[in-house]
């Protein structure tokens, strides 16, 4: 079992950054893929970057790439989100994420969500 909860979130002006925060108890959290899902007002949720338990290998959707950089503190229990150059289409509530497989990244295949935290960027 995973608890996993967000911080971070918040509201900002287009151009700016904010990094969110994903704590998650449970021994068993090194072993998991971390990802970022987003869900936007209206529409679905989506992925948005994954992370291998090692941290080697890190995937980027294509809308925030370059952008937004996922990383993960295993000592720590933590994963987080940089996001930087933000844009008014990025407003959505931000989900973290332990996956069934890395190689899996649609909400069928998450073990374990957050509870979300919003993000504003305004124009």
């Known amino acids: 079992q995973v608890q996993l909860v967000e911080s971070g979130g918040g509201l900002v002006q287009a151009g700016g950054s904010l990094r969110l925060s994903c704590a998650a108890s449970?021994?068993?959290?090194?072993?998991?893929?971390m990802g970022w899902f987003r869900q936007a007002p209206g529409k679905e949720r989506v992925f948005v970057a994954r992370i291998t338990w090692s941290g080697n290998f890190i995937y980027d959707a294509d809308s925030v790439k370059g952008r937004f950089t996922i990383s993960r503190d295993n000592a720590k229990n933590t994963v987080y989100l940089q996001m930087n150059s933000l844009k008014p289409e990025d407003t959505a509530v931000y989900y973290c994420?332990?996956?069934?497989?890395?190689?899996?990244?649609?909400?069928?295949?998450?073990?374990?969500w957050g509870q979300g935290t919003q993000v504003t960027v305004s124009s």
């Open positions: 994420a332990a996956l069934r497989t890395p190689f899996i990244v649609t909400t069928n295949g998450v073990a374990y």
């Open positions: 449970g021994r068993t959290f090194s072993s998991y893929a």
